[in-house]
Antibody
Framework: VQLVESGGGLVQPGGSLRLSCAAS????????MSWVRQAPGKVLEWVAHINEDGSEKYYVDFVTGRFTISRDNAENSVYLEMNSLRVEDTAVYYC?????????WGRGTLVTVSS | EMVLTQSPATLSMSPGERATLSCRAS??????LAWYQHTPGQAPRLLIYGASTRATGLPTRFSGSGSGTEFTLTISSLQSEDFALYYC?????????FGQGTKVDIK
């Protein structure tokens, strides 16, 4: 099983980024998928998760209305569209398999929001 | 929001020693608790779920116990590869929350 995140980088406050997670070694369409982040010096935070076919999506309060999780099972990929980014969104963003105990994680991609 | 408090923040140990890490929840999470190992720059690794069930392939030196609000991760004999960060996570309530971590370093 491998999860590889990409798409992070430096963006100004108010800007947008789209993170991608490429999955391999398992059948993506059989699993819930999640995004988890860790800001510098802070605790890990559960951001969003999506069910197997993309019909159910859940977000934590601090990203609701700004972030959108999606997936393309045919492309073995999961995405996190991030809009209206804030300085406090600066973090390493991890893609993780499952929605409760996360069985597999990627190495993360760094998002820096700064002017 | 559910708060998880891990102790100690740092555990300085020698290889071969027994390590005991604690995680306390601000309210009961039943057995909906997981433990992860994280080495910076690497992907976090699931160790324990359901408070006491080992993840596939996990060495038997790792064990989890507890229920309700008090949980323990025990490493019976530390190996060099075990010096890392350890996080607990509850998934009883949305959103799932993590503890602040315990760093196990070499004395």
């Amino acid at each position: 099983v491998q999860l590889v995140e990409s798409g992070g980088g430096l963006v100004q406050p108010g800007g947008s980024l789209r993170l991608s997670c490429a999955a391999s070694g398992f059948t993506l369409s059989n699993n819930w998928m999640s995004w988890v982040r860790q800001a510098p010096g802070k605790v890990l935070e559960w951001v969003a998760h999506i069910n197997e076919d993309g019909s159910e999506k859940y977000y934590v309060d601090f990203v609701t209305g700004r972030f959108t999780i999606s997936r393309d099972n045919a492309e073995n990929s999961v995405y996190l569209e991030m809009n209206s980014l804030r300085v406090e969104d600066t973090a390493v963003y991890y893609c993780a398999r499952d929605k409760q105990a996360f069985g597999y994680w990627g190495r993360g991609t760094l998002v820096t929001v700064s002017s | 929001e559910m708060v998880l408090t891990q102790s100690p923040a740092t555990l300085s140990m020698s290889p071969g020693e027994r390590a005991t890490l604690s995680c306390r929840a601000s309210q009961s999470v039943g057995s909906s608790l997981a433990w992860y190992q994280h080495t910076p720059g690497q992907a976090p690794r699931l160790l324990i779920y359901g408070a006491s069930t080992r993840a596939t392939g996990l060495p038997t030196r790792f064990s989890g116990s507890g229920s309700g609000t008090e949980f323990t991760l025990t490493i019976s004999s530390l190996q060099s590869e075990d010096f890392a960060l350890y996080y607990c996570q509850q998934y009883a309530n949305w959103p799932g929350t993590f503890g602040q971590g315990t760093k196990v370093d070499i004395k």
